[in-house]
Structures are given as C-alpha cells and as structure tokens.
C-alpha cells in the first residue's frame, strides 16, 4: 500500500478521537446513571474517564521505539506495539482481543443506526397519527441500508483517506448530545423537579438490581475507551513536536469534552425521567416533540455512526490485509491495485483483496446485528470485553516493559492492584450484560 505522509495536527487527532469515543455509547449513559443513581452514575463516568486518560498516556509512548519522541522505529498500529514491545505470543492474544473488539463494534454500531433511522419514522408517525398509535417498524430493511453504505465506505484504502469523514461525524456527534442534553433540560423544567434517587431505579429483587447495576457499567465502558485506534490516529500527526505530546494533549482535550458531554446528558436524562429512563434517550420516545428536532438528531447520528464504523473498522482491515500481503508477497489478487474511473465521482484505488475481505467483514457485521438488534445489552457486553485487556493490560505491560520497572516496587505493586481492581470490574459488566442479552433473545 502507498504510504500516506503525515500531516494532522491536535484538532484533526481531536475529530479522530471524538469521531471514536462519542458514538452510540453516549446514547445509553442516562439509562445507565438511572440503574447506578445520582452517587455512583456520575462516580462511574469519572473513573472510567481518568482510567482512559491514563492508559492513553501510557500508550502514546509506544508509537515510537525506543525513545518515546525521538525513536526511529514507528508502530503503526496498536497490535505492532504490544509485538515490538511484548513479544509475538502476547501480540497473539492481544490480537484476538482486538479482531473481537472491532468486529464487535461494528456490529454495536449497525444496531444502534438502525435504532435511529427507525426513530425517524416513528417519530413522524406519532406526529401524525398521535403518541398511541402503532407506530412499529423492522430494523432489518434499515441495516441492510446501513451495511451497504459501509460497503461503498470500506474501500476507502486507509486511515489518512478519511480525516474529512471523521470531521464530519465529529460535528454530528456534539450536535446530537447537546439536543439530548437540552431536551433533557427542557423535560426537567417542564416537570418542575428533578426525578431520580440516590440509589437508583427500584427493582423486584436485589439479583435483578445486580444484574442491571452490572450492564449499566458495561454501557459506560463501552462508551469511553478509543485505545484501539490510539496509534492509528498518532500515525497521521506530523512532527515536530513529537507526535506522543500532540497525542497526550489532544486526548486530555477529547476526553474532558467528552466527559461535560457525558455528565450532562446521563444526569440531565436521568432527572427528566427517573425510572422510566428509555435505554436510548433520543429512540426511547420519552421525548416526542419538537419531533423535526428528534428527528434531526437522530439523522446526526446516521451520520456520526457511518464515520465511526469506519475509524473503528480502518485498522482491522488494516491488520487483516497487512498479514495477508506478508503471507503471499507474489500474490497479484492480494498486492495488485487499479485505478478505477466511474461517472460523476474521482477516480479511486482498487484492490481486488480489499473488495472482496471488506465485503463479507461488512456482510457479517449487518447478518449477527440482525439477530442480536439489542442495544443496551449488545454494547453492554463489547463495553466488558474490551475494556480489561485492551484499555489496561496490554498498556500497563507495555509502560513495565518500556521503563524497566521491577516486581514489587511501589509503582509495580500499585499498578497491579490497579490493573486487578479493573479486572473484577470487567468480569461483572460482562457476566450481568451477557445475561442481558440472553434474557433479550429468549424473551
């Protein structure tokens, strides 16, 4: 493949970032706060905040090898990393992690744009017909559309071929979260109090209230780290100044933004509606007008979605399509690529490869979102799986190998204590979202 050269700055890495972490986890972060309550909800954002934060600082060292600004060895991606760093078997697992973690969010993504382009017409339904009609429509129709728009997407060679469509989807994003936050204000001053309790909803049983508090934390996992696209996204910085400083400045800046974001919206959607909470606060239909608005946004989200299944998807197709190319170097159906010229749109880069793995990878994604078009639970459970050895382990390893620190030091012991405590969390959001999902399909 043609190398790109680098020429992205803070705020382009800014678009990147918010492209990736505000995507359909935003949507599920009031629901969230409704199962954790006014303590716990906004507690739990800001620690799987800060434990974002710190394990990008962390991970933006290893960019470059073997000094952090001005090493001459670049990694690439982030599986390059834990190879050059850990070695090949950890790189092995580590890439398992990775291929589900990607291949999953794809599948997130495709559910929740369905969810939103099904809002639409709903929404203009009950405009028409009132709040008690039946308004019901399949998602199915709706992501066979959204898989084929990221068919057309997906040959797109790489991830310097789309800054304008992360740019895009970045203003789309806050575009939607402030109409969610500001419907949830309006909602709030039409009621004239504040709904919601200190512990949150009320349930039948304390093993319901576990299983429920246990998903709401994988939804809040789900919607912060970014960590898998980290280096990606370093990769297109230019230098000077060093490319890891660019990268911790613009990660503080997205992740505080993201986090106003993230607050306002879960607490302002919690106040609003106390128990009755909808899992998805601009499809749940706890709003119904000024329904052009609703429906503006949740076209805001088609798009946002569109770019990020993209910035998700880019660096495993890139890691796919790379070991294939190392495996068969002579191969002319793996390596070959033609230009290829069709009316009204510029001439654009084939690679016969690259239609047809990106193909069936998008097919795959839109197939399993049909049978599973769960969102709270779906997310729930990607949010779980990703967030221990994706967002903690590997990159922790990583800073021990990189600064030579040794067993049973002060630092050592901390950050195992750190990196065991995120652990337990993990195994509890994914046990509880599993039983979610289970108990969605078989209901």
């Known amino acids: 493949m043609v190398e790109a050269s680098a020429d992205g700055n803070v705020w382009t890495a800014v678009s990147h970032i918010i492209t990736g972490v505000i995507g359909s986890g935003v949507l599920s972060l009031a629901w969230s706060v409704a199962q954790l309550g ?50 090949k078997k950890s790189a092995r697992f580590c890439g398992l992690f990775i291929q589900i973690t ?8 495709t559910v929740t744009s369905a969810i939103s382009i099904r809002a639409i017409h709903k929404s203009n339904c009950y405009h028409k017909e009132g709040h008690q009609a039946a308004c019901d429509y399949p998602d199915t129709y709706y992501m066979l559309i959204f898989g084929l728009a990221q068919i057309v997407l997906s ?41 919601g309790s200190l512990t949150g909803i009320r349930t039948s049983s304390p093993v319901e209230k576990m299983w429920l508090v246990s998903q709401a934390l994988g939804d809040i996992a789900f919607a912060y780290p970014y960590t898998l696209i980290l280096i990606e996204i370093q990769d297109t910085l230019k230098s000077p100044p060093s490319e890891n400083q660019t990268m911790k400045k613009a990660s503080t800046i ?44 949740n076209a805001c989200i088609v798009i946002h979605l569109v770019g990020g299944y993209q910035v998700f998807s880019q660096p495993l197709f890139g890691n796919v399509e790379r070991w ?53 639970q779906v997310i729930g459970v990607l949010g779980a799986v990703n967030f221990w050895p994706i967002t903690i382990y590997f990159p922790v390893e990583m800073y021990f190998k990189q600064r030579n620190i040794e067993a049973w030091t002060t630092k050592w012991v901390m950050l195992r204590i750190f990196t065991f405590v995120c652990f337990l969390v993990s195994m509890f959001a994914l046990v509880g979202s599993i039983e979610g999902l289970i108990s969605a399909k078989l209901s």
């Open 38 to 87: 006014w303590i716990a909800g906004p507690l739990a954002m800001l620690f799987f905040a800060s434990i974002t934060l710190t394990s990008t600082f962390l991970l933006c060292n290893c960019y470059r090898t073997p000094d952090p600004e001005l090493g001459p060895g670049r990694n690439r991606s982030y599986l390059e990393a834990v190879d050059m760093s850990l070695g």
């Open 102 to 109: 990607l291949f999953g969010i794809g599948i997130a993504y």
């Open 155 to 195: 040959q797109t060679p790489d991830f310097h071929n789309i800054q304008w469509l992360s740019i895009v989807a970045a203003i789309m994003s806050f575009f939607y979260s402030f109409v969610g936050f500001s419907l949830g204000v309006a909602q709030v001053i039409e009621n004239g109090y504040v709904k």
């Open 254 to 297: 997205s992740i505080t933004v993201t986090t106003i974001f993230y607050l306002l919206c879960g607490g302002f959607g919690y106040a609003a509606f106390g128990d009755a909470t909808p899992g998805n606060l601009l499809t749940g239909f706890g709003f119904y007008e000024p329904y052009l608005l609703i429906d503006f946004a």
């Open 324 to 376: 294939i190319s190392e495996k068969y170097p002579d191969s002319g159906f793996i390596n070959n690529e033609y230009s290829l010229k069709l009316p009204l749109i510029p001439a654009f880069r084939l690679n016969l490869l690259r239609l047809c793995y990106r193909t069936v990878h998008v097919v795959c994604t839109t197939s399993i979102a049909m049978i599973f078009p769960y969102f709270n």
